[in-house]
């Protein structure tokens, strides 16, 4: 996703970052079927029009990349995918929600997590294997848990999971399973290669800390014209950015934002969009001193009080990457005081 496109509280579709680990499955959504198994007392098997006919709910969701701001890290990471900024955005889905699916299929005592697999497939450490990732049973019941068969007020795009896709708010993408196939309950945690692989470590020999909720995040719609240096040229001492801050893990309460590369902050205005699971809108309004370089900085903080650092944290895979951006910007010598 472009950052100019951080403007729109909702992303437009084809501006919405896309990743695919495998190649993108065609289906015939009317031989589809959604299958719930496992350790369950009533297995079903469910058409599409079954799930559509199904009480929705329409919600606007950030959703955003592990590997966002991998490409940033100071040292180099084992990671295919050297992301800069661009793999988030927010999206109104709309679907069924996925805990009274799971009530009706009854699922038993000894459950402990919820499998969902993809109808994509490809090959990793030599084996044929369909994507697949796990979610806490107490994470898949979560009442805001989506089957979502509508991106921006129309079907999924197969690019972005036709006819069925796993919409799970506040986890990092890789949870939000697309091209939706198959639901098992499982009695024991799941230990598949995508799972596993999400892992925030180290070191090789490191058993690291899985890849979970999307970590504090706050980014500006870049302000002023990139020059030759890349550094935005400013044609006013008065300052205007505006930006988008989210977090897996609570509500933004606050952005900051600071003109001398992290030293002294000053409060933005936020500008929700009433939806406890998407990015909040920001404002910043400040008189530069005069001409000359500054360097931007915004920082998040959520309602868990977890504050966006202003450094770096590297791990192997460079995963939730998420230390404040930061814009060098220059005002021409003899602006303002």
Not at 46 to 63: G, H, K, N, Q
Not at 189 to 206: A, C, E, I, K, L
Not at 229 to 253: C, F, N, Q, T, Y
């Amino acid at each position: 996703m472009p950052l100019e496109a951080l403007q729109f509280d909702i992303t437009p579709t084809e501006l919405h970052y896309v990743l695919t680990h495998f190649d993108i499955p065609f289906i015939d959504s009317r031989s589809w079927r959604l299958s719930v198994g496992g350790n369950v007392a009533r297995p079903l098997s469910l058409t599409l029009d079954e799930i559509r006919a199904r009480a929705s709910v329409s919600s606007p969701i950030t959703l955003e990349c592990a590997g966002n701001g991998r490409a940033l890290l100071s040292r180099k990471t084992d990671s295919w995918m050297p992301w800069l900024y661009g793999a988030c955005s927010t999206a109104e889905w709309t679907g069924a929600p996925l805990g009274p699916l799971l009530d009706e299929a009854g699922v038993l005592d000894e459950a402990v997590e919820v499998l969902f697999t993809g109808a994509d497939r490809g090959i990793e450490d030599g084996i044929v294997q369909h994507f697949e990732r796990s979610l806490p049973l107490t994470e898949a019941s979560r009442p805001e848990v989506l089957l979502a068969y509508e991106m921006n007020g129309v079907p999924l795009p197969a690019r972005h999971g036709f006819p069925l896709r796993l919409v799970a708010p506040g986890w990092y993408g890789m949870a939000s399973v697309k091209w939706l196939e198959r639901i098992t309950v499982l009695d024991e945690p799941h230990t598949g290669y995508m799972q596993t692989s999400f892992v925030m470590q180290q070191r090789d020999d490191d058993p690291g800390i899985l890849v979970s909720r999307m970590a504090p995040r706050s980014l500006m719609v870049r302000p002023g014209m990139l020059n030759d240096d890349g550094v935005r040229e400013l044609d006013s001492v008065d300052l205007h950015v505006r930006g988008r801050a989210w977090s897996g893990w609570g509500p933004i309460e606050r952005v900051e934002v600071s003109l001398d590369g992290g030293a002294t902050w000053g409060d933005a205005r936020l500008e929700p969009l009433g939806s406890a699971f998407a990015w909040v809108g920001w404002t910043f309004e400040a008189a530069l001193p005069g001409g000359g370089s500054y360097e931007l900085c915004s920082r998040a903080t959520d309602t868990s009080g977890n504050v966006q650092p202003v450094e770096e944290s590297w791990n192997l895979g460079g995963f939730a990457n998420n230390a404040v951006e930061r814009v060098r910007v220059m005002v021409a010598p003899g602006q303002g005081g």
